[in-house]
Antibody
């Protein structure tokens, strides 16, 4: 059974970098799936941030691309998100997700999510 | 850019059928996926590739997709189906997109 678990600071100051890690158990990052992040501001809908394959290929939301880096550590079976120059608009619950890229498939596994608040 | 349009809310009585739509230009040519999200919980995939159900999802959940509209149908609605529902597609140039979400209320 695949399990994803987010970790990282719950509070980030404006203009700083938001950094989160997702630990994956029950499945290898070196498989035929992409791994990435989806966020949800309080009371609002879902927004895809980006996804990455273990061979280095990646896709990012064009609206966030300039500020986002996703990286995979296959030796630790975890991946991370860095979002730079954050503002209050980046306050959200951040979920790590597994994406079936083949046939532009679904996000078939989700972490429970972690709330990150951007505040001085 | 590509936009997915969902009604903000749908209400249905227990035992009836709920239909939640997801509109998009020629969405019938895309693979559509649907997620259920209960308050405070992570989304759960309920229908993928237009019509398929993951294991563990009741047969009451079904999907269709044609023309400019994809539809999630929930038959014999139960109180436990009350949740937010999101459609999702891939669109070249935009990447992975979600609809705005629909709140299903069971009367």
């Amino acid at each position: 059974q695949v399990q994803l678990q987010e970790s990282g600071p719950g509070l980030v100051k404006p203009s700083e970098t938001l950094s989160l890690t997702c630990s994956v158990s029950g499945y290898s990052l070196s498989s035929n799936y992409y791994w990435g992040w989806v966020r949800q501001p309080p009371g609002r809908g879902l927004e895809w941030i980006g996804s990455m394959f273990h061979r280095g290929h990646s896709h990012y939301n064009p609206s966030l691309k300039s500020r986002v880096t996703i990286s995979l550590d296959t030796s630790q079976n975890e991946f991370s998100l860095n979002l730079t120059s954050v503002t209050a608009a980046d306050t959200a619950v951040y979920h790590c997700v597994r994406w079936r890229y083949s046939g532009y498939g679904p996000f078939d596994n989700w972490g429970q999510g972690t709330l990150v608040t951007v505040s001085p | 850019s590509y936009v997915l349009t969902q009604p903000p809310s749908v209400s249905v009585a227990p035992g009836q059928t709920a239909r939640i739509t997801c509109g998009g230009n020629n969405i019938g040519y895309k693979s559509v996926h649907w997620y259920q999200q209960e308050p405070g919980q992570a989304p759960v995939l309920v229908v993928y590739d237009d019509t398929d159900r993951p294991s563990g999802i009741p047969e009451r959940f079904s999907g269709s997709n044609s023309g400019n509209t994809a539809t999630l149908t929930i038959s014999r609605v139960e109180a436990g189906d009350e949740a937010d529902y999101y459609c999702q597609v891939w669109h070249d140039g935009s990447g992975l997109l979600f609809g705005g979400g629909t709140k299903l209320t069971v009367l």
